[in-house]
């Protein structure tokens, strides 16, 4: 969802159903940024980085009284059909306002999931791996590259590269910062920039994720520093 929704317009209706606490007390929200487009889902956490990068101009409640699916009360874990799609489909097609969603709640309850933000300490970047290119295997990280700008890594500089899980070093690789694959020879590692110009590191034509055993998730930390020159 972060990846994709800036390629759509304002007043776009997202509707998100991750939702392992289906039929419990947990709120149903809408969430509208404030470059106007509007979000649907559980209130579980799955905002979280729309929320930081795109700001919260208001925050409902769906009030399920009156906004859900016909005959759907005694329907306790179907809500991705019997709330979210139905309420996302008469809100993008202005059956009803964003003002009937429901209430209003202070978009500071909105719940938050806790991770690493990338951050610079001196000559190491830190980040987490939010998530793989699982069909090439290639790890993506947090980390923009506006840091890795400061740096000042040039083409071919080389780099460490450290991935730990829960604090414990999972792998640790020296490989040169390309822009493409084929800046390295096939099963060779690399670093780069992935789609949304944050680093990534991958092998040339190979699985890097699984011959290192890496996942992803808040508890994956990455590491990225320039690599020392041999004396």
Known sequence: MYQAANYWPQGTVFVSVIDPGVGT???????????????????NGLFTLIAERDGVAELREIDEKVNRL???????????????????????????????VGPQLPSESMVKIAYQKPVRDGNTIRGIVPVL????GNVWTNI????????????HDTLQVRILHKGKQVTKVTAPFEHTFGGVAKGKPLVY??????????ISQGDFAAKHHVASGVDWEVE??????AK
Request: hydrophobic share 40%.
């Open 144 to 155: 923009p590259k506006s840091l890795l700008d400061e740096l000042q890594v040039k083409l």
């Open 133 to 136: 290119d699982v069909k090439y």
């Open 193 to 202: 920039l992935n789609s949304l110009l944050d680093v990534a590191v991958a």
């Open 224 to 229: 990225v520093s320039k690599a020392l020159a």
């Open 25 to 43: 007390n947990r709120k149903s929200v809408v969430l509208k940024t404030k470059g106007g487009r509007y979000f649907m889902a559980p209130d």
């Open 70 to 100: 016909a005959d759907s009360v005694e329907s306790y874990t179907f809500h991705g059909r019997d709330v979210y799609a139905y309420v996302g489909a008469r809100l993008a097609s202005g059956a009803i306002s964003y003002k009937q």
